[in-house]
């Protein structure tokens, strides 16, 4: 998805409120948009927004010499998270439905996002969750379904700390022992690392695999070459968040989103409303056409 003028002032936005998160200093803040706006008239628009975030984040750790300054907000998120997962594995086990609400519960830990939301607390998490619980996800469920009867591999590709506890819940619907966990490589924001995924012990019943980028979503060009060979490879891929939306859904796969709709741009592209919880599909991948043999069967 490539970025929109619409994009820029939520850009400006998020490099000044990321800036006052990890830093005091109004001296630094002032910089950095400085530099941002000079950046942002010359930048490719082409370029999917979590390109630009990337851009952000690392000016921001160069400034305050720290690779993880959302390092304590993640702890504190893990914990949060971690604090509901006996209710909610049971009200999953109680239901007609175990994945469709556990789809709802991992699609509501989209809640937990830093570059929305600075600060989001138990009430703010459990409100999330009910709110997923009654309201539809919209989208392609019967696809999804049919798709996951017959994956024999899933790559499931994570997005937020906090939200990656809530996961762990889905990934216990969808059968551990043939999904695969990926996570960013290098901190960035809020987003789940492998520390997040050991510290709610998805590692104990998955395989956890970094993506080799710093990018707030799934830049393939910027990934390293085991996940490219992943995500090729895989039955079905998995992609939480809309940042994973932002950067993927041109990419042609076997790919379904899960995801709450958050800003004016891709409300457009998906037709729905923010605040719309999503399981959309992307664009199929190209079949190449059966080749008859020599006697014409193919």
């Known amino acids: 998805m490539r970025s929109s003028l619409d994009c820029i002032p939520c850009f400006i936005r998020q490099a000044l409120e990321a800036a006052r998160t990890v830093s005091d200093d109004p001296d630094m803040h002032e910089a950095i948009v400085r530099e941002m706006l000079v950046w942002m008239g010359e930048a490719d628009l082409s370029q999917s927004p979590p390109s630009f975030a990337q851009h952000i984040h690392r000016r921001l750790h160069t400034a305050i010499a720290d690779d993880d300054p959302y390092r304590a907000a993640k702890q504190r998120q893990n914990l949060m998270a971690l604090s509901l997962l006996p209710h909610l594995r049971a009200l999953i086990d109680a239901a007609s439905d175990p994945l469709d609400t556990a789809l709802r519960v991992a699609v509501a830990g989209n809640a937990i996002d830093m570059g929305v939301t600075a600060a989001l607390n138990d009430t703010d998490l459990r409100l999330a969750v009910e709110q997923a619980l009654k309201e539809p996800l919209a989208g392609d469920h019967q696809e999804f379904r049919h798709e996951l009867e017959f994956a024999d591999s899933i790559l499931y590709l994570a997005d937020n700390a906090g939200e990656i506890a809530l996961d762990r819940l889905l990934v216990e619907q969808l059968g551990p022992a043939r999904v695969t966990v990926v996570v960013r490589g290098s901190p960035v924001l809020n987003d789940a690392t492998r520390v997040d995924a050991q510290a709610v012990g998805l590692d104990s019943i998955v395989e956890v695999i970094d993506n080799g980028s710093d990018a707030p979503g799934?830049?393939?060009?910027?990934?390293?070459?085991?996940?490219?060979?992943?995500?090729?490879?895989?039955?079905?891929?998995?992609?939480?968040?809309?940042?994973?939306?932002?950067?993927l859904n041109e990419e042609p796969g076997n790919v379904f989103f899960l995801f709450k709709v958050k800003c004016p741009v891709v409300a457009n592209g998906v037709g729905a409303p923010v605040g719309t919880h999503m399981l959309t599909r992307s664009a199929p991948r190209a079949v190449a056409p059966a080749v008859p043999d020599e006697n014409g069967r193919t």
Request: glycine share 6%.
């Open 218 to 247: 799934t830049i393939l060009a910027d990934c390293s070459e085991e996940l490219r060979q992943r995500f090729a490879d895989s039955d079905l891929v998995i992609a939480k968040g809309q940042g994973n939306f932002e950067s």
